[in-house]
């Protein structure tokens, strides 16, 4: 089945940094707006950031502004997002998805939205 494969999760200190990356399987990264979310215990799934397929224009959430940054490569058909001062907040399973509607993002995704090719996820701790 088409899905993403995310990796990198990790248990880091408080103002420490991860990159964690995300493989497109079965499908091309290319053909769609590619959203990162994430959901921290007893709390819903939020949107964190997104990246356009087509001009690769890049969207996030307030909180995470100027600490995260969300790139990929067409080439190895991976999108990556780097977290820098991370906070115990942050702490949560990170998710790609396809937005199999768009190819390009209009911002960070809400409850709505016509996601698939979901990963398992990846769990990132941040200790305080």
């Known amino acids: 089945q088409a899905q993403f494969v995310e990796s990198g999760g990790d248990l880091v200190q408080s103002g420490g940094s991860l990159r964690l990356s995300c493989v497109a399987s079965?499908?091309?990264?290319?053909?769609?707006?590619i959203g990162w979310f994430r959901q921290a215990p007893g709390k819903e799934r939020e949107g964190v950031s997104c990246?356009?397929?087509?001009?690769?224009?890049?969207y996030y959430t307030e909180s995470v502004k100027g600490r995260f940054t969300v790139s990929k490569d067409n080439a190895k058909n991976t999108v990556y997002l780097e977290m820098n001062s991370l906070r115990p907040e942050d702490t949560a399973v990170y998710y790609c998805?396809?937005?199999?509607?768009?190819?390009?993002?209009?911002?960070?995704?809400?409850?709505?939205?016509?996601?698939?090719?979901w990963g398992k996820g990846t769990l990132v701790t941040v200790s305080s």
């Open positions: 079965g499908f091309f990264l290319d053909y769609y707006a």
């Open positions: 998805a396809a937005d199999l509607m768009r190819r390009r993002c209009t911002g960070v995704h809400g409850r709505n939205g016509d996601l698939g090719y």
């Open positions: 990246i356009s397929a087509s001009d690769g224009s890049t």
